[in-house]
């Protein structure tokens, strides 16, 4: 990317390093995301690709480097901190709560932010979800609970979301869902940071794909690009 791209982006992450405990999982992590853009971290399991994610939102234990989101330098924020300016985190296991229907699910994250979604127009990008609306988190199935957990973010006000492996395990159906939903959410103005296995999910919503691969970013392929670097990208992923 340009030096003016870069200066303008919405969210720049420069040598970020992470730790848990005392293992060392993130070494000099750099990217940048222009504002309205669906950016793909793409790499093979271990690669680093959540434990960046993490670190963005101030999660893990200890992180050094600079994150800067919307102008402001958030590494020695707390997470609580993080989010009020606008960054919601979608995680790989959901969190749903079990014992709560899909209404109270909905309704318990705080707004942080003005600009959060309504009830209406989640149930407008997720039908499914009003057709279960009383049910509890423990009676829907993978693919409801993974549209429920991203619709719980939209309802915060969060403008850049991070998504983790939202098409793990679900059905090829419910896989487009959650595609022409992404789509919908950039029309809408947000910018989303996927980490993602499926690179062919990945390609179909995502403008560009930054390569991880030991707790570094080594390329950075632009998605009209991608059929050019197909036998790169199968190197970096061992397919």
């Given amino acids: 990317m340009s030096d003016a ?56 234990g200890k992180r050094t480097g600079a ?15 993080i989010a009020r300016l606008g960054i919601a985190i979608c995680p790989e296991e959901r969190g749903i709560f079990a014992a709560l229907n899909v209404d109270e699910n909905l309704m318990l994250p705080p ?15 997720f039908p499914n979800l009003r ?3 009383r ?16 619709a719980r973010i939209l309802r915060t006000g969060a403008h850049l979301l991070l998504l983790d492996e939202p098409t793990e ?28 296995q499926n690179f062919r999910f990945a390609a179909s919503v995502a403008d560009r794909h930054y ?5 570094r970013v080594v390329d950075m392929i632009p998605n009209r690009e991608l059929d050019a670097n197909m036998d790169k990208l199968h190197a970096y992923l061992g397919v």
């Fill in 135 to 150: 049910s509890q988190g423990s009676k829907l199935s993978g693919g409801e609970q993974q549209m429920l957990a991203i």
């Fill in 131 to 133: 057709e279960r609306r």
């Fill in 5 to 60: 791209q870069t200066a303008n982006a919405l969210l720049s992450v420069r040598d970020l390093n992470g730790w848990y405990g005392e293992s060392h999982v993130l070494h000099g992590v750099d990217f940048d995301v222009q504002e309205g853009e669906v950016v793909t971290l793409l790499g093979r399991n271990g690669a680093g690709k959540t434990s960046t994610l993490l670190a963005i939102m101030g999660i893990l």
């Fill in 211 to 215: 390569v991880v691969d030991q707790g």
């Fill in 169 to 196: 395990g679900l059905a090829p159906v419910i896989v487009q869902q959650i595609g022409r939903t992404i789509a919908a959410l950039k029309k809408e103005g947000f910018t989303i940071v996927l980490v993602e």
């Fill in 111 to 125: 707004r942080i932010a003005d600009g959060g979604l309504d009830l209406e127009r989640i149930f407008e990008l």
């Fill in 67 to 81: 994150v800067t989101y919307n102008g402001a330098e958030t590494i020695a924020m707390a997470p609580r901190q």
